[in-house]
């Protein structure tokens, strides 16, 4: 937790939003409860609930336990990890009950698929913001292009990817507003993600939407242009 609050300050990030790295590859509950502590230490973070689709009724009992709680903001799911892909019926099914409980949902996309089996989802769930993480990578085209189709859904870009014009081709294809901005630290250093949104030469306007107003709309926060 320290070295997040630390990246945090060193670049100006008033809030980040963490998961678990335990709760992904081992132990759902025990990771969600190590967030929670952390929660309660800083006010610097906010938390996602992990949920893992092969455990369908742990997963809706961790949401009732923690979206409850003050300093969690939405789920988060990892498919690929949890061997599950986007458009798989037990997945369909916990997102159905993600829902039902919350307003935002983190979803980790590597590929065209993965953007392809979630345009359903956002369609059966217009209340319910998805967030593709590292927007499909490679395939950030094809995700931007969902989100051009769905408003409730949202790309962020980090990833270790080096690959020219993927910001700018979103920013054509859909839009700043449905662009957030997301480091993976401290797993990587957030000036990796922000020099790509540098190299992208945004406007003033693009800019605040994407670092600051989206979140702010996404989080329910105030002060939103």
């Known amino acids: 937790m320290e070295n997040l609050v630390r990246l945090s300050r060193k670049y100006d990030i008033d809030l980040t939003l963490v998961s678990s790295a335990l709760s992904i590859g081992y132990d ?4 969600n409860r190590e967030v929670a502590e952390a929660l309660r230490r800083t006010d610097v973070l906010r938390g996602y609930v992990y949920v893992n689709p092969n455990y369908h009724h742990e997963s809706c009992r961790e949401m009732d336990t923690y979206l409850a709680q003050p300093g969690f903001v939405g789920v988060k799911i990892h498919p690929s990890y949890a061997a599950c892909p986007l458009g798989s019926p037990a997945l369909s099914s916990l997102i159905d009950e993600v829902a039902e ?4 949902l983190k979803v980790h996309t590597y590929a065209a698929g993965d953007a392809l089996a979630l345009r359903p989802e956002a369609e059966r769930h217009r209340s319910l ?3 593709m993480a590292h927007a499909c990578a490679g395939a950030s085209a094809v995700a931007a292009e969902v989100a051009a189709d769905c408003p409730n859904v949202y790309l962020e870009f980090c990833c270790s990817l080096a690959e020219r014009g993927r910001v ?5 294809l859909c839009g700043s507003r449905q662009i957030v901005f997301g480091s993976d630290m401290d797993l ?25 107003d989206n979140a702010a709309r996404l989080l329910g926060l105030a002060d939103t242009a």
Do not use: C, Y
């Not at 409980?101 to 935002?104: D, H, K, Q, V």
């Open 188 to 212: 990587l250093d957030p000036a990796w993600t922000l020099g790509m949104f540098d190299g992208a030469r945004l406007s003033e306007e693009d800019r605040r939407a994407i670092m600051h």
């Open 28 to 31: 759902m509950a025990e990771g």
């Open 101 to 104: 409980r919350t307003t935002l």
């Open 168 to 172: 700018e081709t979103a920013l054509r």
């Open 129 to 131: 913001n998805l967030i």
